[in-house]
């Protein structure tokens, strides 16, 4: 496939990626481990929600490819492990900063809890004033 090709389909992906996400995304910077079938990784997580997160990465592994999470959520003892896979990718080179959006899968109903609650406190007005403080 043409470069112009591939690009035409990155940003056809990105406008469904948008119009597919139910709840907007909470900031949150948290270390991420990940690996695939050959690789393994850390990066940092830029932001969260009740379906996925945000990888800063300026190598992503292709679309569609199968993840296998770890990361702590702030206030939290226990590390959380979720499987995912690679939704969409940022290039380097933009405004923004390249990396994959990660679609959780599979998740257990207390790592889903554990993720939805954190959410819900960072969106509200006082976890604005706590972020900014």
Same mark, same amino acid.
């Given at each position: ?10 940003s056809?992906?990105l406008?469904?990626r ?5 709840s907007?995304r909470? &900031?949150?910077v948290?270390? *991420? ?24 990465t300026?190598?992503p592994p &292709?679309?569609?490819t ?10 939290? =003892?226990? &590390? ?5 896979r690679?939704?969409?990718?940022r290039? &380097?080179?933009g405004?923004e ?9 599979g ?9 939805? =609650?954190? *959410? ?8 604005? *004033?706590?972020?900014?403080a």
């Amino acid at each position: 496939m043409a470069r112009s090709g591939r690009r035409a389909e990155a940003s056809a992906r990105l406008g469904a990626r948008s119009e597919r996400r139910q709840s907007p995304r909470a &900031p949150l910077v948290v270390r *991420v481990a990940y690996a695939t079938v050959d690789a393994f990784f850390t990066e940092f997580a830029q932001n969260v929600n009740e379906g996925g997160l945000f990888i800063e990465t300026e190598t992503p592994p &292709p679309l569609d490819t199968r993840v296998t999470l770890h990361f702590q959520l702030p206030g939290s =003892e226990e &590390p959380l492990f979720a499987e995912g896979r690679v939704a969409w990718c940022r290039a &380097p080179g933009g405004d923004e900063p390249p990396g994959i959006g990660v679609e959780f899968e599979g998740l257990s109903l207390a790592a889903r809890a554990r993720i939805n =609650e954190l *959410v819900r406190r960072l969106r509200t007005p006082q976890a604005d *004033v706590a972020r900014s403080a």
